[in-house]
């Protein structure tokens, strides 16, 4: 396997129940890195810190909006992050506070940095949560979709620029 396709990065991205934040990111980063022709480049998945929808395909209104946007995420399936997860992944993408917190509970001290929140990426917004559109209607879901957006662009351009830097 030659240099250039090898993966160069491996991202998880992780909310509540794996169905509606983290699925969303995966699939917006998915389709990003596709249009980018670095899809088979990045090793990307989804998971929940709470098992509560193991196997289950995305919200349905998570799906609606994704679609709107060109984007499919329902062959997805929830599943529950494991501390393994951080001996896979090089970066582990929170949706929130909450989450953020439980992953470092999860890792081992010297792997703990590899857990970050999502929005650090997005200009100005460190430190900001993407909020749980659960209980809410479509907006809700369009509104986490313009904020994953956002940060994923960012991610993306660190992500061009070190693959710039020998």
């Known amino acids: 396997m030659s240099r250039e396709d090898q993966p160069i990065t491996s ?7 794996n169905i509606c934040r983290s699925p969303l990111a995966e699939g917006v980063m998915r389709q990003h890195l596709r249009e980018l022709g670095l899809l088979e480049r990045v090793v990307l998945d989804s998971a929940g810190t709470h098992g509560y ?5 995305p919200d349905e209104r998570a799906q609606a909006a994704a679609l709107r946007r060109g984007i499919d ?4 399936r929830a599943r529950l992050v494991v501390r393994e997860d951080f001996q896979r992944f090089d970066l582990i993408l929170a949706m929130d506070e909450d989450n953020l917190e439980l992953l470092q509970k999860m890792a081992a001290a010297e792997l703990r940095g590899k857990a970050r929140l999502l929005m650090d990426y997005a200009a100005g ?3 900001r949560s ?3 559109p659960y209980y809410g209607g479509p907006i809700g879901f369009e509104r986490v979709l ?5 940060a994923v662009d960012g991610l993306l351009a660190r992500l061009q620029a070190e693959l710039r830097t020998p």
């Open 53 to 57: 929808h193991e196997g289950a395909a």
């Open 146 to 150: 313009d904020m994953v957006e956002e």
């Open 73 to 76: 995420i329902s062959d997805l």
């Open 125 to 127: 917004d460190a430190g």
């Open 11 to 17: 991202i998880l991205f992780v909310c509540m129940g």
């Open 130 to 132: 993407v909020p749980d």
